[in-house]
Protein backbone atom coordinates (compact mmCIF):
# COMPACT_ATOMS: atom_id res chain seq x y z
CA UNK A 1 0.00 0.00 0.00
CA UNK A 2 1.31 3.72 -0.91
CA UNK A 3 1.07 6.18 1.52
CA UNK A 4 3.02 8.92 3.30
CA UNK A 5 4.27 8.92 7.13
CA UNK A 6 2.98 12.11 8.53
CA UNK A 7 4.01 13.21 12.46
CA UNK A 8 1.16 15.51 13.79
CA UNK A 9 1.18 18.81 14.80
CA UNK A 10 0.84 18.13 18.08
CA UNK A 11 3.54 15.81 17.79
CA UNK A 12 2.05 13.08 19.92
CA UNK A 13 1.10 10.66 16.82
CA UNK A 14 3.06 9.45 13.82
CA UNK A 15 0.19 8.39 10.99
CA UNK A 16 0.66 6.46 7.82
CA UNK A 17 -1.38 8.07 6.20
CA UNK A 18 -3.27 7.25 2.67
CA UNK A 19 -5.80 9.81 2.25
CA UNK A 20 -5.02 13.36 3.71
CA UNK A 21 -7.51 16.42 3.58
CA UNK A 22 -8.62 19.34 4.94
CA UNK A 23 -12.42 20.71 6.90
CA UNK A 24 -12.92 23.76 6.68
CA UNK A 25 -15.14 25.42 9.80
CA UNK A 26 -15.16 28.63 9.01
CA UNK A 27 -12.58 30.34 11.81
CA UNK A 28 -9.81 27.69 11.32
CA UNK A 29 -9.56 24.26 9.27
CA UNK A 30 -7.99 21.02 10.40
CA UNK A 31 -5.48 18.99 7.95
CA UNK A 32 -7.14 15.32 8.40
CA UNK A 33 -5.50 11.88 7.09
CA UNK A 34 -7.33 8.89 6.57
CA UNK A 35 -10.41 8.06 8.71
CA UNK A 36 -10.76 11.68 10.10
CA UNK A 37 -7.49 11.34 11.97
CA UNK A 38 -6.60 14.95 12.86
CA UNK A 39 -3.11 15.63 12.25
CA UNK A 40 -2.82 19.80 12.24
CA UNK A 41 -4.66 22.87 12.80
CA UNK A 42 -4.36 26.03 10.72
CA UNK A 43 -5.89 29.75 11.38
CA UNK A 44 -7.16 29.77 7.21
CA UNK A 45 -8.06 27.47 4.79
CA UNK A 46 -5.40 28.81 2.73
CA UNK A 47 -2.97 28.27 5.12
CA UNK A 48 -4.47 24.63 5.15
CA UNK A 49 -3.66 24.60 1.12
CA UNK A 50 -0.45 25.50 1.62
CA UNK A 51 0.39 22.67 4.00
CA UNK A 52 -1.02 20.30 1.38
CA UNK A 53 0.86 22.03 -1.17
CA UNK A 54 4.15 21.28 0.95
CA UNK A 55 3.23 17.82 1.34
CA UNK A 56 2.47 16.91 -2.45
CA UNK A 57 6.20 18.62 -3.14
CA UNK A 58 7.86 16.49 -0.78
CA UNK A 59 6.01 13.48 -2.39
CA UNK A 60 7.08 14.94 -5.52
CA UNK A 61 10.47 15.53 -4.77
CA UNK A 62 11.09 12.05 -4.28
CA UNK A 63 12.81 12.49 -0.42
CA UNK A 64 12.31 9.42 0.85
CA UNK A 65 13.10 7.39 3.80
CA UNK A 66 13.89 3.23 3.54
CA UNK A 67 12.43 0.97 6.35
CA UNK A 68 13.97 -1.99 6.89
CA UNK A 69 11.33 -3.86 5.23
CA UNK A 70 13.19 -2.47 1.76
CA UNK A 71 9.93 -0.66 1.73
CA UNK A 72 9.94 3.43 0.84
CA UNK A 73 7.76 5.72 1.92
CA UNK A 74 7.78 9.45 2.08
CA UNK A 75 8.20 11.50 5.82
CA UNK A 76 6.90 14.47 6.64
CA UNK A 77 6.15 16.61 9.91
CA UNK A 78 3.40 19.27 10.26
CA UNK A 79 4.31 22.72 10.49
CA UNK A 80 2.67 24.73 13.92
CA UNK A 81 1.16 27.37 11.96
Same mark, same amino acid.
Given at each position: ??? #? ?32 ? *? =?? %??? $? ?10 ? &?? *????? $? =? %??? %??? $?? &? #?????? %??
Amino acid at each position: MNG #IWIRSQDKKRLIFATNVYIDDYGNFTLVKANSHI *R =IG %EYP $TKERALQVLDEI &HA *RIASG $T =I %EAL %ETG $TW &H #IVYIMP %ES
